[in-house]
């Protein structure tokens, strides 16, 4: 049986004494984390070989481009920090380059994810914390202040609570047909 909406708002809510918010925020130490390099180079070994140097000439270009390909390393990163254990399937690489508008079957503009590089079931905080780091790093690259940086993450953050409250009341099949409109991405 499907537990009531405010059943599961509960039962999040709860999750809080697990992982409060302010401890979503903490960045893993240096002396646990792992070796960046190591974890590129396991990962270069299921490539192409011939490939591998074109993709660290590539994450060369910007620190945007390595975030872009360093979703390893920011996994690992995550792994060793706090989460709700509330498991959502992941896109797996939640970076603002990865989502973009195109056309649904019924003819509508729609803005979602447009690449799934590795969706795998994790962590719901996951792909929010990438996709707010990469707004951050995204605006650094582009010239923003801190302040505008700062506003575009909790923008972004605040738009995906709103969404997730919404989803929440409805049914589950309803969810999945859900999207969003151009329409409503330029409000």
């Not at 929010?128 to 923003?144: D, E, I, M, P």
Request: charge should be negative; hydrophobic fraction near 45%; glycine fraction near 6%.
């Amino acid at each position: 049986m499907t537990a009531t909406l405010a059943e599961r708002r509960e039962w999040g809510r709860a999750r809080r004494g697990v992982a409060p918010r302010s401890a979503l925020a903490e960045v893993v130490s240096s002396d646990t984390r792992r070796d960046p390099i190591s974890l590129l180079e396991s990962q270069a070994a299921s490539r192409i070989p011939e490939l591998i140097a074109i993709r660290y000439g590539r994450m060369l270009a910007s620190p945007l481009a390595f975030f872009r390909g360093a979703a390893l390393i920011m996994a690992a990163d995550l792994a060793g920090g706090m989460d709700t254990g509330l498991t959502a399937q992941l896109c797996g690489d939640a970076h603002v380059s990865n989502f973009g508008l195109f056309a649904s079957p019924e003819r509508s503009l729609v803005f979602d994810i447009n690449d799934f590089d590795e969706t795998l079931p994790g962590p719901w905080e996951w792909d929010v914390k990438r996709l707010a780091t990469s707004l951050a790093v995204a605006g650094h690259v582009n010239g923003f202040s801190a302040a505008q940086r700062e506003r575009a993450v909790r923008t972004c953050v605040a738009a995906y609570r709103d969404r997730m409250r919404e989803l929440a009341e409805m049914r589950e099949l309803d969810v999945w047909y859900a999207h969003t409109s151009i329409d409503r991405t330029l409000e």
